[in-house]
C-alpha cells in the first residue's frame, strides 16, 4: 500500500496474529506496549481491520522490500477517547538502529496529512521510552500535553499539518 526506499507497508489483518504476538512478546517491546496472547492479538487485529473498513486507515505491517520479511508494525490509529489519529510505531528489536521506524512513520505521517481531515497528529509516548520519543522528534512532533492511557502516564506529542503551498511559509499541499 506504502513503499518507502528500504519497506513497504499494507494493511495488518487477522492473518497476522502469529507474527504480532511474536513482535510484542519481547521484553523491550512490551516494556511501553502491552504483550498478547494469540485470542487478545485476534481481537486487536479485528479491531484493527473494522478501523480499516470504516475510516480507510489503520495500522500496517512493516515490511523490508528486499526479503519480504516482517520486522513490526506502524501506521495511522483512531483513538475514540481522544478523538485524535495516532501516528505509532513498534519495530522487533533485531531490527532498532536502522531508520526503519523514522522511515515508515514518515510515510504515514505524509499520508495522514495527505489524506484524512485532520490538523494534527498525535503521537502518545511514556515519558520514559526515549528512542520513541526520538522518532517523534526526527518527525517534527513536540510535546503537546500530558494525558493518561490505559492508566498510565503519557506525553502526548503532536505534528500540526504543513501549511498550504501557496501560504506564505510555503509547505505542504491539503488534498
Ligand atoms: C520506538 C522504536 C520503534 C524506535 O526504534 P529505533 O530503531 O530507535 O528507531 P529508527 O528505526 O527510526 O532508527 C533510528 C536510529 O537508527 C539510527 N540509524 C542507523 N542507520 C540509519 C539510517 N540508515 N537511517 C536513519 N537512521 C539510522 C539513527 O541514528 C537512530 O539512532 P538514535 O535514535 O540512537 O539516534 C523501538 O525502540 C521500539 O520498537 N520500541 C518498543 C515498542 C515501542 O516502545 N513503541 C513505541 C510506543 S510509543
Redesign the pocket.
Same mark, same amino acid.
Given at each position: 500500500m506504502l513503499s518507502t526506499a528500504r519497506l513497504n507497508l499494507r494493511p495488518l489483518t487477522t492473518a497476522d496474529v502469529d507474527a504480532l504476538v511474536a513482535l510484542h512478546a519481547d521484553a523491550? $517491546? !512490551?516494556?511501553? $506496549?502491552p504483550a498478547f496472547s494469540p485470542t487478545q492479538a485476534r481481537e486487536r487485529l479485528e479491531r484493527v481491520e473494522a478501523q480499516w473498513a470504516e475510516r480507510g486507515h489503520g495500522l500496517c505491517a512493516v515490511e523490508l522490500r528486499d526479503t519480504g520479511e516482517f520486522i &513490526?508494525r506502524c501506521g495511522l490509529n483512531h483513538w475514540p477517547e481522544f478523538d485524535e489519529v495516532e501516528a505509532?510505531? @513498534?519495530?522487533?528489536?533485531r531490527?532498532?538502529?536502522? &531508520?526503519?521506524? @523514522?522511515?515508515?512513520?514518515r510515510a504515514c505521517v505524509d499520508w495522514g496529512f495527505d489524506t484524512l481531515d485532520v490538523d494534527y497528529l498525535t503521537?502518545?509516548?511514556?515519558p520514559e !521510552?526515549e528512542?520513541?520519543a526520538?522518532?517523534?522528534h526526527?518527525l517534527g512532533f513536540a510535546p503537546r500535553r500530558q494525558d493518561t492511557l490505559f492508566g498510565k502516564p503519557?506525553t502526548v506529542y503532536a505534528l500540526d499539518r504543513p501549511p498550504a503551498p501557496n501560504h506564505p511559509t510555503g509547505g505542504g499541499e491539503r488534498r
Open positions: 523491550r $517491546v !512490551n516494556r511501553f $506496549v &513490526g505509532g510505531w @513498534t519495530l522487533a528489536p531490527h532498532w538502529g536502522h &531508520g526503519y521506524a @523514522t522511515e515508515a512513520a503521537a502518545m509516548i511514556h !521510552n528512542p520513541s526520538r522518532v517523534a526526527r503519557i
